[in-house]
Nanobody
């Protein structure tokens, strides 16, 4: 069964940086839009960013624009989320998933289009 494996989370201070990685053993990412999402207890899963396969375009939620960068390394079959200037409100479990219906990211993510959710990686930002 295909499942993403996220890594790179941790406990950092406000203003610090982290780089999250996302890989799916046995699944070739090329051809699919890949999204990063986050969730805090009691709240819905939120789309953070998406990287298209078809044209290299990217999408970010407003709260992370200018701070986070998503990029793909097709040779390593890995998608990264570089997170700079982290804030306490970025604290969440971060997940990645593949959009099996699109190779190009939509401006607004539709969660049911995404599959192969992993266990996530915890990011905690202290003030």
């Amino acid at each position: 069964q295909v499942q993403f494996v996220e890594s790179g989370g941790g406990l950092v201070q406000s203003g610090d940086s982290l780089r999250l990685s996302c890989v799916a053993p046995g699944f070739f990412l090329d051809g699919y839009a890949i999204g990063w999402f986050r969730q805090v207890p009691g709240k819905e899963r939120e789309a953070v960013s998406c990287a298209s396969s078809s044209d290299g375009s990217t999408v970010y939620t407003d709260s992370v624009k200018g701070r986070f960068t998503i990029f793909r390394d097709n040779a390593k079959n890995t998608v990264y989320l570089q997170m700079n200037s982290l804030k306490p409100e970025d604290t969440a479990v971060y997940y990645c998933a593949a959009n099996l219906m699109r190779s190009r990211c939509a401006q607004r993510a539709t969660l049911h289009e995404y599959a192969y959710w992993g266990q996530g990686t915890q990011v905690t930002v202290s003030s």
